[in-house]
């Protein structure tokens, strides 16, 4: 089993930054990826920023790219999200999750981002 831990959400103003942290710890060898999702009310969970283990290749969402970055320290077991130029449509519960290749292994328990003057 993995369990994820997620910090760093808030309340921001638009164009602010936050920084949000996921830490894994328990089982990890078959991790291939971790990444961020988030779902917004009434909306459906998507995708945000997908970050592999071993090589670092990424991969964002369009709405996202060119804002956020996602990184990781894998001698910590974390994944970070950074979120630059925050919009109101950023507005979610953001989840961090770790998989296999092909399977999503973990969900963190969420953590609100709330984008608002």
């Known amino acids: 089993q993995v369990q994820l831990v997620e910090s760093g959400g808030g309340l921001v103003q638009p164009g602010g930054s936050l920084r949000l942290s996921c830490a894994a710890s328990?089982?990890?060898?078959?991790?291939?990826?971790m990444g961020w999702y988030r779902q917004a009310p009434g909306k459906q969970r998507e995708m945000v920023a997908d970050?592999?283990?071993?090589?670092?290749?990424?991969n964002y969402a369009d709405s996202v790219k060119g804002r956020f970055t996602i990184s990781r320290d894998n001698a910590k077991n974390t994944v970070y999200l950074q979120m630059n130029s925050l919009q109101p449509e950023d507005t979610a519960v953001y989840y961090c999750?770790?998989?296999?290749?092909?399977?999503?292994?973990?969900w963190g328990q969420g953590t609100q981002v709330t984008v608002s003057s």
């Open positions: 999750n770790v998989r296999t290749i092909a399977t999503v292994i973990s």
């Open positions: 328990g089982i990890l060898y078959s991790i291939y990826a």
């Open positions: 970050i592999t283990r071993g090589g670092g290749a990424t």
